[in-house]
């Protein structure tokens, strides 16, 4: 029984998928195939949804982005959504902005913006709206807020934060792994813990 040859082709795939930095740094023998495979998942779903890509973005073949009419997401250029992502609008990202694997990010009404530059970490939360806890209605009849969240610019989201809906994290904050981001963070800030607090400047680490 003759051997079937390796697929490296399918196997590089999903290393990009699962670490999409390295589809910047590609060779040009490489580029080839990657290239237009990235361009036509991207027209697909630019076709079935009201999603936008800037110039050479990537987008894992398993990440799941839900875009409605007034919901729409759109991502800038060199932005990459790792695999097993799940992105619902309105969603709007910079430029060369990391999404990376097993985030969950939903818009809500209000929407969530993300500005250029900025890291968000694996598995990290990002809800836009919260329920209603009246104690005569069970909590799934409860109606929706919305206020939005907004992270800015060169921000750090470390792996499996949380943040909820009405939060800004201003530019060049740092937030550590594992955190619960309830309040608004200010710039530079290094915070931690449930629920984050200030832990240092990210300017005393010149």
Known sequence: MPVKPPDYQ?????????????YFNLKAKHLEWATPWQQQLQQQLSALETVAFG?????????????????????????????????????????DVAINHGCSIDGGK????????????????????????HPDTPVWQQNNTSKGIRIGQDVWVGANCCIIDGVTIADHAVIGMGSVITKDIPKWAIVAGNPAKIIGDRRDKA
């Open 10 to 22: 399918s196997q590089h795939k999903q290393r990009l998928a699962w670490m999409p930095w390295l």
């Open 55 to 95: 110039e050479h973005c990537f987008i894992a073949p398993d990440a799941q982005l839900f875009a409605e009419p007034g919901r729409n997401i759109e991502l800038g250029a060199r932005t990459f959504v790792a695999a097993q992502c799940f992105l619902h609008g309105p969603i709007q990202i910079g430029e």
């Open 110 to 133: 209000k929407g969530v913006t993300i500005g250029n530059h900025s890291r968000i970490a694996n598995g990290v939360k990002i809800y836009a709206f919260n329920h209603g806890m």
